[in-house]
């Protein structure tokens, strides 16, 4: 199965919707980032993407990675050449600091790399992604040591990195996490316990693996509170920094997974590794946030890298495969049957994932433009108010965007009927590889106490208004414009109703704590559907004005306009339900007593 970049909607999303160009402008040291750089960085990474990596995809899920006796792994054909191509290109280093032989590029602009990465080849982009978090731990949590060490063969790419946090007894509960880290003499410590589900774990793509792995300190407390975070490679250095022996640390195995083959999804045994303490002790869950919240938005990207991946297939199946007639008519007189393009319900399917990944799109790059606030912004109140955006968008993008993925990976397959099954066409694939999103970096579920819990009711509401501010001052600045009216008067009702639903939960959860859980996946969803209007709002009036201007892609623009429409009267209504549903109560949950589920 093919893929190609889909430039023209994300320079559209970029510079039409967004406008990146003002946005790099207002960054403190942002000023490489100008229109021909960017332009650049999407052409030479869709080429990359489309003619290196799409069509790995298939092979690194029919052969998978082999683990051999001695512990180390090797990955499916043609990854380790992609890797080194990847590295000669200097793309590991685009968004790192200067300092630590970076470009100092907004990071932004990984977030774009990354997505055409991830929609070519999702189990290939594993590898290098999850290196950018463990950077990120380092050089905010690191010492000055600590970085001179590790950061500089991270950035180039030389090294990759992980993240070590669950354990087979504990899951998303990391307070039960067993590992353990003992003191040495020399300043160091050993490790010695088990991770599980450590994706990119083990490989033969880069010289060194450096493990970001949560263990506990002899003298620490129970809970969250007694966990320490660590550095521990697979391989010890030398003097001279060079990469020197294995560490006391071995891929006791790989996981057989439904999907993403192409990665080594591994069990790690730590028998006295030697590692190094990250931050103050006992703090670890605390610094390992700042890896979390990384790779969240790195699985809310898959999410939207699996509905491109689907729209694009399941759209040129459609285009030619021939079966029946128009309801209306022959459409191809000539030909023994129409392409199924023609009818209803495939339309109805190619519209949903069409929607679902370039509202996407959209709502991603806006969440990568609160980070490069965050970081960069000129002033300390600027980075403030997009940390807090960020902080309250991280897990509706999370959550929403790989339930949709899901969705539209679900709906590809459909669309190519008995052929999607099998896999010659890649559809089947794509789902098996989706799934697991709604799962990892905090299921649906988690996401969604996090969302009402700690950042809305926690709050009372106040992270929610400063982003409903934003979407009220569209509908306002919009509320006279004929052609726009079918789109700005829904949302904003909508946004009156997201406000009154969170009063009411919020009064409910005072009395029963169980409501807010009972409540909190319906209402993560409304609030996505709700996001996702208003950027597909702000698409249908950008194209309005191009239209009315008669600049642009008349067509391209058009098909924006009606793409809205969909959404907004095929989509958006699913919020009825949700509405319904969060507000019939925790009863019809909790009233059932434990031993009456099975008889």
Partial sequence: MSYTAPLADMRFALRDVLDFDAHYASLTGADDADPDTVDAILEEGGRFASEVLADLNAVGDSEGCTRHEDGTVTTPTGFKEAY???????????????????????????????????????????????????????????????RDVWLGKLVSGEWTGTMCLTESHCGTDLGLLKTRAEPSDDGSYRITGQKIFISAGEHDMAGNIVH??????????????????????????????????????????????????GNATCVLNFDGAK?????????????????????????????????????????????????????????????????????PDVRRMLLTQKALAEGGRLFLYYCAQQVDLAHDAADDKRREQAEQELAFLTPIAKAFLTETGFEAANLGLQCLGGHGYVAEWGMEQNVRDARIATIYEGTTGIQALDLLGRKVLASRGQILGSVTRHIDDFCKTHADEPRLQRFVR???????????????????????????GAASVDYLMFSGYVVLAWFHARAAAEAERQLAAGVGNAAFLTAKRFTARFYFERLLPRTRAHAATMLSGADNLMDLDDAHFAF
Avoid at 116 to 142: D, E, Q, R, V
Avoid at 235 to 261: F, P, T, Y
Avoid at 494 to 503: C, E, I, K, S
């Fill in 84 to 146: 080194e191509q990847y590295v000669e290109g200097g793309w590991p280093s685009m968004t790192q600091s200067v300092e630590h032989g970076g470009q100092g590029l907004p990071e932004s602009l990984g977030t774009i790399l990354s997505e055409m990465n991830g929609t070519a080849n999702w189990a290939w982009s594993m590898y290098p992604g999850l290196s950018h978090g463990a950077m990120k731990t380092i050089a905010a949590h690191g010492s000055d040591e600590q």
């Fill in 212 to 261: 970001i792995v949560l263990a506990r300190l002899p003298d620490a407390p129970a809970g969250t509170r007694g966990i320490s975070l660590f550095i521990v490679p697979r391989n010890l250095l030398a003097d001279d920094g060079s990469v020197a022996e294995r560490n006391a640390m071995s891929c006791g195995s790989i996981e057989h997974k439904m999907g993403i083959h």
């Fill in 275 to 343: 590692a190094w303490l990250i931050g103050p002790p006992n703090r670890g869950l605390n610094c390992m946030f700042t890896f979390m919240n990384t790779a969240r938005i790195g699985t809310a990207l898959q999410g939207l890298a699996h509905a491109e991946r689907a729209f694009q297939g399941s759209l040129a199946y459609a285009r030619d495969r021939l079966q029946m007639r128009s309801l209306s008519g022959a459409v191809e007189p000539e030909k023994a049957a129409d392409p199924i393009i023609v009818h």
């Fill in 490 to 516: 829904p949302l904003a009702q909508h946004v009156a109703q997201w406000q009154d639903l969170t009063a009411r939960i919020g009064m409910a959860a005072l009395q029963d704590r169980e409501e807010a």
